[in-house]
T-cell receptor, first 115, second 111 residues
């Protein structure tokens, strides 16, 4: 089956620093990638949709200048949390979808802790 | 807009008990319906899916039937195991949009 990886799996950073999370599709070309955020014991909330080679589409209430998304290739999307604060601490999950297909494949998630 | 409502947890069962987790939805158009499972510390895994009315998705002993008349997609398993303890998410998608998730239901199976 299709495999999506995320790196790092866990990251702890100081308040004010920036953190980059990578999402890779390992065995297929992902024309679309989605970034979700999950708070403890809550559901996944879509943050943004990223299509290869174009700007990401952000959901209402998500700050595009704070959560920078780049989808420069068909196998890699990155989410950069800029000037992170403790309230940004969360579990960030990406998913990827191949062109012409509806099914999304999820990465294992990245747990971000901002001190 | 699209939305998914699933029963609140946690659901605590003894091993070999029957499981039902209710899920209802509202959607524009004709959605595809999914159940995902999240084991502790891990990402989401697709458990089963159904793409049209009356379809039954099944996997690992779990089943769910796409009921258009009741807009439901309830998850069932005849005999749960301790290893089934996880959080279960009902979700839908319409067209090629991102998934809309329910709030998740935590299942705890006791030996």
């Amino acid at each position: 089956g299709a495999v999506v990886s995320q790196h790092p799996s866990r990251v702890i950073c100081k308040s004010g620093t920036s953190v980059k999370i990578e999402c890779r599709s390992l065995d297929f070309q992902a024309t679309t990638m989605f970034w979700y955020r999950q708070f403890p014991k809550q559901s996944l909330m879509l943050m943004a949709t990223s299509n290869e080679g174009s700007k990401a589409t952000y959901e209402q209430g998500v700050e595009k200048d704070k959560f920078l998304i780049n989808h420069a290739s068909l196998t890699l999307s990155t989410l950069t949390v800029t000037s992170a604060h403790p309230e940004d601490s969360s579990f960030y999950i990406c998913s990827a979808r191949a062109g012409g297909h509806n099914e999304q494949f999820f990465g294992p998630g990245t747990r971000l802790t901002v001190l | 807009g699209n939305s998914v409502t699933q029963m609140e947890g946690p659901v605590t069962l003894s091993e070999e008990a029957f499981l039902t987790i209710n899920c209802t939805y509202t959607a524009t158009g004709y959605p595809s319906l999914f159940w995902y499972v999240q084991y502790p510390g891990e990402g989401l895994q697709l458990l089963l899916k159904a793409t049209k009315a009356d379809d039954k998705g099944s996997n690992k002993g779990f089943e769910a039937t796409y009921r258009k008349e009741t807009t439901s997609f309830h998850l069932e398993k005849g005999s749960v195991q301790v290893s089934d303890s996880a959080v279960y998410f009902c979700a839908l998608s319409t067209g090629r949009r991102a998934l809309t998730f329910g709030s998740g239901t935590r299942l705890q199976v006791q030996p």
